[in-house]
């Protein structure tokens, strides 16, 4: 009986040497993104190495897939008054009027934006310092600080590099989201909604932060996600996304798979900016900023994507 005890116990050891779980991984997928943390970072601890396989993990499972099609991106109007049938510009930027067909294949986004413990958790393993020293070590600024709080960023690259960096370890094509992908995922697949919330309807406190009080970061689940699953895709931080940005790009577009300019001077960003008044912070609203800032700044985030691969 013993010996039978034994041997058992020893079965179950090989047969799951991870204790990470997955929604959608099975044991054996965890074990080679778990291998392949191990061969990338060597030097590392066996409790930061299954920090970030739990990381990576995480990453997957928070994946949700949009089925591609097609829509008219940009400006779709909205009525000049309630119940009129006179259409108006939405956003007063001339940037997004130029209505253009996109067709997006098969593609997957992050329902959370990155989280502030999971950024610092890569940051940390790429040996850099804590952004905001000071303030972190400010008794009044803790709740700045908040792990499930967006992520800080300061540049593109290095939102860019921290999806494709979790997308090596799970074997994924991760990246920041085009644009394109972005719009049609805030817009429930390309839908003429103008705010990413349970039912495209803007109403503050309750699907979505309330206007009143000081604008503050909440936790990247905070509020109900849009029908696709996806959370503040017009609420909470902004979001960097892949494309440069021009202002005559819709004018210029392809339709098929969009990824912005070939060069420019300064990147996309969706979700609204930290200078953007609540309900201006629709699913057409463009903006854009210095690929890299002055500061880390705390609603400057992004959230990853994935090229869907068959
Ligand atoms: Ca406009
Ligand atoms: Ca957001």
Redesign the pocket.
């Known amino acids: 009986m013993r010996n039978l005890l034994s041997s058992s116990v020893i079965v179950a050891f090989f047969a799951g040497c991870t204790s990470v779980t997955s929604e959608r991984l099975n044991n054996a997928q965890i074990e080679a993104i778990q291998g392949r943390v191990e061969e990338r970072h060597p030097n590392l601890s066996s409790s930061q190495q299954t920090a970030i396989t739990e990381l990576v993990v995480r990453a997957v499972d928070n994946m949700v897939f949009v089925e591609g099609g097609s829509f008219m991106m940009g400006e779709f109007g909205v009525p000049c008054e309630p119940g009129s049938t006179e259409l108006c510009n939405a956003d007063f930027s001339p940037d997004n009027d130029y209505a253009h067909k996109v067709t997006l294949d098969d593609y997957y986004l992050s329902k959370f934006?990155t989280t502030l413990s999971d950024f610092d958790l890569y940051r940390e393993i790429m040996g850099r310092t804590p952004y905001a020293p000071e303030l972190r070590a400010r008794e009044d600024r803790q709740h700045l600080f908040q792990l499930d709080l967006?992520a800080w960023t300061k540049t593109w690259q290095e939102a860019k590099d921290y999806c494709v960096w979790l997308g090596e370890l799970a074997n994924r094509p991760f990246n920041l989201p085009s644009e394109a992908q972005w719009e049609f995922a805030a817009r429930n697949r390309g839908k003429n909604v103008l705010y990413a919330t349970n039912n495209g309807e803007y109403t503050p406190g309750v699907n979505t932060p309330p206007d009143d009080g000081p604008a503050k970061m909440r936790p990247v689940d905070s509020f109900p996600p849009n029908p696709l699953g996806i959370h503040?895709?017009?609420?909470?931080?902004?979001?960097w996304t892949l494309d440069w940005y021009s202002e005559t790009y819709y004018q210029e577009s392809p339709e098929m798979n969009p990824t912005g300019p070939s060069t420019g001077e300064t990147k996309v960003i969706r979700?609204?900016g930290y200078r953007t008044a609540s309900p201006n912070k629709t699913t057409i609203l463009r903006d854009h900023v210095n690929p890299v800032e002055e500061h880390y700044y705390e609603s400057l985030?992004f959230r990853c994507g994935q090229t869907h691969t068959r």
């Not at 503040?232 to 979001?239: I, M, P, Q």
Request: proline share 8%; charged share 15%; net charge negative.
């Open positions: 934006e967006p503040n895709l017009t609420s909470n931080s902004a979001e979700s609204g985030g």
